[in-house]
T-cell receptor
Framework: GAVVSQHPSRVICKSGTSVKIECRSLDFQATTMFWYRQFPKQSLMLMATSNEGSKATYEQGVEKDKFLINHASLTLSTLTVTSAHPEDSSFYIC????????????FGQGTRLTVV | AQTVTQSQPEMSVQEAETVTLSCTYD???????LFWYKQPPSRQMILVIR??????QNATENRFSVNFQKAAKSFSLKISDSQLGDAAMYFC???????????FGTGTRLQVTL
């Protein structure tokens, strides 16, 4: 299968600062990328969907101004958590899809964000 | 809205035995896809098996097979000859045919014992 690389795998930041998480499709062009949030022992909750060159579509209840998503190229999407607070601490997972080429989405390794 | 329900928070199986994980879903779509994903302790999501709704034949991937009952909106996963490496969280997921948006169930934690 195709490879999606997510970086960093772990990050600790101070409350009030911003942190950026990168998601790269290494061997395919990802026309669509997804960002999920997973709380401990819970399922993946879709935060937003982004198409290359377009604004992201956010799920209901997700703050657009707090979780900035950029999908500027066919191989890179970024999630920036702005003015992070302890309640933003979570596991964030990206996935990438080229619907014309693959029958499923591929997932990154995830990023554990801890806000102190 | 589509929903995916996994009614078994935890399951346990002995090594070499067979276990079935349940999943039901709700949709008004006729064209869709169903998936089972495995999330081991590393938390990397791994695709286990995929089923297209228009296919009547149940998907099979080595020791993993599904029982897809479209009318009942049921999609169970059977793991045969269970191995220690099968221990993980298993998520059932639904994707409409018109969009690339996955909806996940709440997951089933599978333990494999000796």
């Amino acid at each position: 299968g195709a490879v999606v690389s997510q970086h960093p795998s772990r990050v600790i930041c101070k409350s009030g600062t911003s942190v950026k998480i990168e998601c790269r499709s290494l061997d395919f062009q990802a026309t669509t990328m997804f960002w999920y949030r997973q709380f401990p022992k819970q399922s993946l909750m879709l935060m937003a969907t982004s198409n290359e060159g377009s604004k992201a579509t956010y799920e209901q209840g997700v703050e657009k101004d707090k979780f900035l998503i950029n999908h500027a190229s066919l191989t890179l999407s970024t999630l920036t958590v702005t003015s992070a607070h302890p309640e933003d601490s979570s596991f964030y997972i990206c996935s990438a899809r080229d619907r014309g080429a693959f029958t499923e989405a591929f997932f990154g390794q995830g990023t554990r964000l801890t806000v102190v | 809205a589509q929903t995916v329900t996994q009614s078994q928070p935890e399951m346990s199986v002995q090594e070499a035995e067979t276990v079935t994980l349940s999943c039901t879903y709700d949709t008004s779509e006729s064209d869709y896809y169903l998936f089972w994903y495995k999330q081991p302790p590393s938390r990397q999501m791994i695709l286990v098996i995929r089923q297209e709704a228009y296919k009547q034949q149940n998907a099979t991937e080595n020791r993993f097979s599904v029982n897809f009952q479209k009318a009942a909106k049921s999609f169970s996963l059977k793991i045969s000859d269970s191995q220690l490496g099968d221990a993980a969280m298993y998520f059932c997921a639904y994707e409409p045919g018109t969009a690339s948006k996955l909806t996940f169930g709440t997951g089933t934690r599978l333990q494999v014992t000796l």
